[in-house]
């Protein structure tokens, strides 16, 4: 099971956007209120309570984006923006910015590094990207493919 919900952020502080869209889709999902929410000591959230659901959260000044996973899950949400002093070309090789956008590049970036935080892989996986647009931001979902 994956899901993954997006909306905007309106006047509301990231964090508790964040939250509220979470406890949303804990309703929408598993009919769940949203449980306790602790970190990991790298600073991972997740819930004490039902280990056997997996989420991530990210936001920008517009968005906020949850993903909602039976195994571990990143996602990432950027507001598309000019992006200067040649931070993309710092970032990614030329290669990497024919093939596919920053923001895309960046957010999928982001999304993997989330997925990988605390998870211990054994084995063969592959990790896969699904990305959505919107208006005014990228977003990068990031799972494992077993």
Known sequence: MLFARIEPRGDVKGGKAARETLRAAMLEVYGLELPEIAKTAAGKPYFPARPE??????????HVMVALSDKPVG????????VRGGV????????QLRRRGFFELW???????K???????DGSFCV??????GDFYVAALAFFVV
């Open 53 to 62: 659901i997996y989420f991530s959260i990210s936001h920008t000044k517009t």
């Open 115 to 121: 997925l990988f935080s605390d998870v211990n892989v």
């Open 107 to 113: 957010t999928e970036k982001e999304a993997t590094f």
């Open 75 to 82: 996602c990432d949400i950027e507001t598309v923006r000019e």
């Open 88 to 95: 993309a070309e710092r970032v990614f090789t030329a290669e």
């Open 128 to 133: 896969n990207t699904r990305w959505f647009f």
